[in-house]
Each structure stands twice: as structure tokens, then as C-alpha cells.
């Protein structure tokens, strides 16, 4: 059973930038499509960002790009999502996600459905 426990919310200021981690325990040595999704009041949660741990592949939703990363830290089990420029708009609550399997195409971001396993997320607060 895989575990997530989202940490690195906080409230900044529109242009700031702040960096999320996701602590992963309970792997099995398979290999995982790990995601960041986003969820505002009132709207779907939406994907942001997800990172192949198979094949390394990683892809980001449009309106992140170029300005969130996603990177992990193997030794630590963790997942991080580095979040520059940011933007009212980003303002949401933080979620990572996961799903054993080895292709990851982008498509899994189109839906919070196709993950199996989430943490509790984080809130970001982007004020203007």
C-alpha cells in the first residue's frame, strides 16, 4: 500500500514562489506515474504535473508550464513540485498522486480518476 504525505503549503505573495514535497512510503519496487493535482473552491481537481519513475519521463498541464517543476529525490523517497512565478490563480489545495504502472502518458492528467493512491494535500495561497 502505498502512503503519501503531501508538506510545504503556505500563503505567498503573487510572484513568489514556494517548493512542495511528497514523502512516498510503501513502494514495492514497481514502477509508478507520480502526479500533482490541484483543486480550487468550487472546481475539479486538476492535473498539474506528473513524472514517470520508470522511464523519467515528465510532462506539466499548459498553464504550469515553464514555471513548476517536478523533481524526486530517490534516496528520500520524496516527490517535489518547485512552483515559480506564481499566481493567484494558483491558489488550491495540493494533492499528489499515484498509480503503479511504467508508460505515464500525459493523458493520465486529465483526470484525478486514473490514480489510484493521494495524500491529504497541502493549501497554497497565492494572494495578490
Known amino acids: 500500500q502505498v502512503q503519501l504525505v503531501e508538506s510545504g503549503g503556505d500563503s505567498v505573495e503573487a510572484g513568489g514562489s514556494l517548493r512542495l514535497s511528497c514523502a512516498v512510503s510503501?513502494?514495492?519496487?514497481?514502477?509508478?506515474?507520480m502526479a500533482w493535482f490541484r483543486q480550487a473552491p468550487g472546481k475539479e481537481r486538476e492535473g498539474v504535473g506528473l513524472?514517470?519513475?520508470?522511464?523519467?519521463?515528465?510532462y506539466y498541464t499548459d498553464s504550469v508550464k515553464g514555471r513548476f517543476s517536478i523533481s524526486r529525490d530517490n534516496a528520500k523517497n520524496t516527490l517535489f513540485l518547485q512552483m515559480n512565478s506564481l499566481r493567484p490563480e494558483d491558489t488550491a489545495v495540493y494533492y499528489c498522486?499515484?498509480?503503479?504502472?511504467?508508460?505515464?502518458?500525459?493523458?493520465?492528467?486529465?483526470?484525478?480518476?486514473?490514480?489510484?493512491?493521494w495524500g491529504q494535500g497541502t493549501q497554497v495561497t497565492v494572494s495578490s
Open positions: 513524472i514517470a519513475t520508470g522511464s523519467g519521463s515528465i
Open positions: 510503501g513502494y514495492t519496487g514497481r514502477s509508478y506515474c
Open positions: 498522486a499515484a498509480k503503479p504502472m511504467y508508460y505515464c502518458p500525459v493523458t493520465l492528467l486529465e483526470s484525478a480518476t486514473n490514480f489510484a493512491y
